[in-house]
């Protein structure tokens, strides 16, 4: 399976809307340190680290990149054309900065969000002529709506989600703990090009805490197993749930997977170009309540999903968020019962003008590992 990436074009494009925003909304430069953001606009994912590194958006002029002396010629492939200023141990970076900014009174700079508070904090020192500004309505802006090449990453992220479950039959014995299922799938994932794979995985009355961490717990039959999963491809990642009973189901179990299975149902019909993200959040509820069980799913419904796993929309009450068609989007009611049983559901879908088409293929009835 040859696996997608983004192309060179692609961050091209991503620098001209980037110019857009920044006019609108009045931006002069724009700074972003390693983070996802960084990656979004460059290419280049680089760790954090105590030596400065940051990339310049100039509304008006060529990006500046500046970055330590000895990290020049890995940066060097980066798709967008940018100007290189270099410094070494010894010089003072910020000073750097200060020039290629330079100190006009009332130059407006949008910080990237997670840019480190120490960080902003010589940055201000640095150039206290600057308005500096939060950065965060922009590569919202840039992001939320995925373009074609980032979908395809994402289906594929998905389809290799997808496969390691196709596996669950062989990966499952008597007497197995959480703990190796959850690598057996993550090698499984990794086998197929994902990168940066990770499981959760619980069995039998674990399945009832949220987002509970792979431990010791021992495999039996008529133990349900929740396993939430994910890897990435080109950077994009996946994040899906399912829930399997092991060698016979009881009834519980089915009603409980039967009810989130409507209740996701619901959510997807509310995916809509121009709705409210509380809308399938509150369908979804609405189908839980009916099955009063209404107080036993204390999470959102769903999130979007990209370059981070987590991202703006949250499929939230009193959220006024409104869908747009390329957004990414998990779909993930829950119930959990305290200390007895959990079921969770989780698929993802892109929005589209006619409404919600899956990147997942949903379980219709709950899966039986014999």
């Not at 990656?39 to 990006?63: K, M, N, Q, V, W």
């Not at 989600?161 to 959850?182: C, H, N, S, Y």
């Not at 069995?203 to 939430?228: K, Q």
């Not at 006024?320 to 698929?347: F, K, N, Q, S």
Request: aromatic residues 6%; contains cysteine; neutral net charge.
């Amino acid at each position: 399976m040859t696996l997608p990436h983004i192309p060179f074009h692609a961050y091209r494009r991503r620098a001209e809307r980037m110019r857009a925003y920044m006019a609108e909304l009045g931006f002069d430069v724009l700074l972003a340190t390693p983070s996802v953001n960084f990656r979004y606009l460059t290419g280049c994912e680089i760790p954090p680290s105590e030596r400065l590194r940051a990339l310049l958006f100039h509304r008006e002029a060529i990006p500046t990149l500046v970055v330590p002396e000895f990290e020049r010629e890995q940066i060097l492939s980066i798709p967008i054309r940018t100007r290189m200023v270099t410094w070494r141990d010894g010089q003072d970076p910020f000073e750097a900065i200060r020039r290629e900014v330079g100190d006009a009174p009332g130059i407006t700079i949008g910080l990237e969000p997670r840019t480190d508070f120490g960080v902003y904090a010589r940055l201000v020192r640095a150039v206290p002529e600057a308005q500096w500004v939060d950065g965060s309505a922009i590569f919202e802006r840039l992001r939320c709506a995925k373009e074609e090449e980032e979908i395809d990453c994402l289906r594929a992220a998905a389809q290799i989600t997808e496969q390691a479950f196709d596996k669950m039959p062989e990966l499952v014995r008597d007497g197995i703990r959480e703990i190796e299922l959850a690598q057996r799938l993550v090698r499984e994932m990794g086998s197929r090009g994902g990168e940066g794979s990770w499981a959760f995985v619980r069995f039998g009355e674990n399945t009832a805490v949220p987002y509970c961490m792979p431990g010791n717990r021992s495999l039996a039959a008529g133990d349900p197993i929740l396993a939430d999963i994910g890897t990435r491809v080109g950077g994009y990642h996946s994040d899906v749930a399912r829930v399997f009973a092991y060698r016979k189901a009881g009834g519980a179990l089915k009603r409980l997977h039967d009810i989130v299975r409507e209740a996701q149902d619901a959510a997807i019909g509310r995916v809509m170009p121009g709705a409210p993200v509380s809308e399938a959040d509150a369908a979804a509820r609405a189908v839980l309540h009916r099955h009063e069980h209404g107080p036993h799913c204390p999470l959102r419904i769903g999130h979007g999903i990209g370059l981070d796993r987590r991202e703006p929309p949250y499929l939230v009450s009193g959220s006024r968020e409104r869908l747009r068609p390329g957004m990414v989007l998990t779909i993930e009611p829950a119930i959990y019962l305290p200390e007895r049983l959990g079921v969770r559901l989780e698929d993802q879908a892109v929005v589209t003008e006619e409404g919600a088409r899956l990147l997942t293929t949903r379980t219709e009835t709950l899966p039986v590992l014999s």
